[in-house]
């Protein structure tokens, strides 16, 4: 299994436009997990889904952060508009019993 | 409401001395504490989960309900050790809550 595969790895993008991050999980998985990462912060929970279904979104900054699962083995967090202060590295991880696996990150840099 | 504090925004050691990451939690329930590890451009991994009681790497961690503690302890430091180390606790939800991260720095 490659495990929890990100894509784009980084992704640079001027303010105002619209950035779409994918995920696709571990096959099994019935739970997956958004995540930002930056120095100030460190890591935050953004979002997160059992069986497809957004369970939790507290964590979710603002309106312009939405996220989707349309199926078990793919989801999505879009930014819209983006501004520079979204600037960081977006994880998703999925989880099985308990323990979550990690994707790569994407490294958003909003100029 | 859970909450994970780690004090130590970097640790740094010499190789082979003792290594002790703290990690103190805030939760009304029974949580299960997790250490994850990200190395150097690698992805966050987990080393460690309480109920497991394993040691990995050397690494051991004791859940200390009195101290509300689970620090991560090693007796001697590697230079392969050197990373950031995150401490992160579950309740009853699936949410994992994480504690902003202690980078150790192993220097020879």
């Known amino acids: 299994d490659a495990g929890v595969i990100q894509s784009p790895r980084h992704e640079v993008t001027e303010m105002g436009q619209e950035v779409t991050l994918r995920c696709k999980p571990i096959s099994g998985h019935n739970s997956l997990f958004w995540y930002r990462q930056t120095m100030m912060r460190g890591l935050e929970l953004l979002i997160y889904?059992?069986?497809?279904?957004?369970?939790?979104d507290s964590g979710m900054p603002e309106d312009r952060f939405s996220a989707k699962m349309p199926n078990a083995s793919f989801s999505t967090l879009k930014i819209q508009p983006s501004e520079p202060r979204d600037s960081a590295v977006y994880f998703c991880?999925?989880?099985?019993?308990?323990?979550?696996?990690f994707g790569a990150g994407t490294r958003l840099s909003v100029l | 409401a859970q909450r994970v504090t780690q004090p130590e925004k970097l640790l740094s050691v010499f190789k082979g001395a003792p290594v002790e990451l703290k990690c103190n939690y805030s939760?009304?329930?029974?949580?299960?504490l997790f250490w994850y590890v990200q190395y150097s451009r690698q992805r966050l991994q987990l080393l460690l989960r309480h109920i497991s009681r394993e040691s990995i790497k050397g690494f051991t961690a004791d859940l200390n309900k009195g101290e509300t503690s689970f620090h991560l302890k090693k007796p001697f430091a590697q230079e392969e050790d050197s990373a950031m180390y995150y401490c992160a606790l579950t309740g009853t939800a699936s949410k994992l809550t994480f504690g902003t991260g202690t980078r150790l720095q192993v220097t020879l």
């Open positions: 889904f059992n069986n497809n279904v957004p369970i939790d």
């Open positions: 991880a999925s989880s099985l019993e308990g323990i979550q696996y």
């Open positions: 939760y009304s329930g029974s949580p299960e």
